[in-house]
């Protein structure tokens, strides 16, 4: 088992590496010249792509719901974070979406640049204070201009199984600019564990909760986090083993 497992997730790399390659070297150039929303929906296309070659190659399937609750209006999402995976699928299925992401994401060659494109809102994670000033300050300017703004509050990835702690930017920030908040629950990482090669086959579930509308909850920040990490958690555990 473990051996073609080696096989198909050395045959899904085969295919990833080149996607993220050409559609980082596209985003950053023919991408320079498209309208933003274009450009997004352009370079989200490599994400796509990612998503069904992982199925293809590694058969790794998906599993939706609660597709119903993604809001008209621009929102906050918050989602856990164990893998690669949802930073592409939800990326692609969010978009206009400005993801939230440490700065030196950025100065990857290529990569980054292309990411740079698509509008992210990049932090210096050592520095928590700025940090949330800049979510703040540059969420608020995103919602406006109408994306959607894409959190992770465990801040990093966790490995699956484990919960992280959850930081209080993206509710501070639903709060601030009477957003819509949007709780996501998924498990990619059973399938496509963080800093590991093996993908292990299986069906990726993603639960797309309920918004809250911070100003009808009665909860302030950290009231309101720890409402979307308890939805979240139990959500998972909730999931077929």
């Known amino acids: 088992m473990k051996v073609l497992m080696t096989i198909r997730s050395s045959l899904f790399y085969l295919g990833y590496l080149p996607l993220v390659g050409v559609f980082s070297v596209l985003g950053c150039t023919?991408?320079?010249?498209?309208?933003?929303?274009?450009?997004?929906?352009?370079?989200?296309l490599a994400n796509a792509l990612i998503?069904?070659?992982?199925?293809?190659?590694?058969?790794?399937r998906l599993h939706v719901e609660g597709l119903e609750n993604i809001p008209d209006v621009p929102f906050v999402a918050?989602?856990?974070?164990q893998s690669a995976w949802e930073t592409y699928y939800l990326q692609r299925l969010l978009r206009p979406v400005s993801t939230?992401?440490?700065?030196?994401?950025?100065?990857?060659?290529?990569?980054g640049w292309?990411?740079?494109?698509?509008?992210?809102?990049a932090i210096d994670r050592s520095n928590p204070r700025a940090a949330l000033r800049e979510i703040l300050n540059q969420g608020k300017l995103r919602l406006e201009e109408g994306n959607n703004v894409l959190i992770y509050p465990e801040g990093t990835r966790i490995e699956a199984g484990k919960i992280g702690n959850y930081g209080r930017s993206g509710a501070a920030l639903a709060i601030a600019a009477k957003a819509p908040l949007v709780p996501i629950a998924h498990n990619a990482g059973k399938?496509?564990?963080a800093h590991r090669f093996l993908k292990h086959p299986g069906t990726i579930r993603v639960v797309i909760g309920?918004?809250?509308l911070p100003e009808n909850s009665?909860?302030?920040s950290k009231e309101l986090t720890a409402s979307i990490k308890a939805w979240i958690t139990s959500t998972v555990s909730n999931f077929p083993a």
């Open 30 to 44: 023919v991408g320079f010249a498209m309208p933003y929303r274009l450009r997004q929906h352009f370079i989200t």
């Open 51 to 60: 998503v069904r070659w992982l199925n293809l190659s590694c058969g790794v």
């Open 78 to 81: 918050l989602s856990n974070h």
């Open 100 to 111: 939230i992401l440490k700065q030196e994401l950025l100065r990857i060659p290529l990569f």
């Open 114 to 121: 292309g990411l740079a494109m698509t509008k992210p809102i």
């Open 191 to 193: 399938h496509w564990p």
């Open 210 to 212: 309920t918004p809250v």
């Open 218 to 220: 009665g909860m302030d």
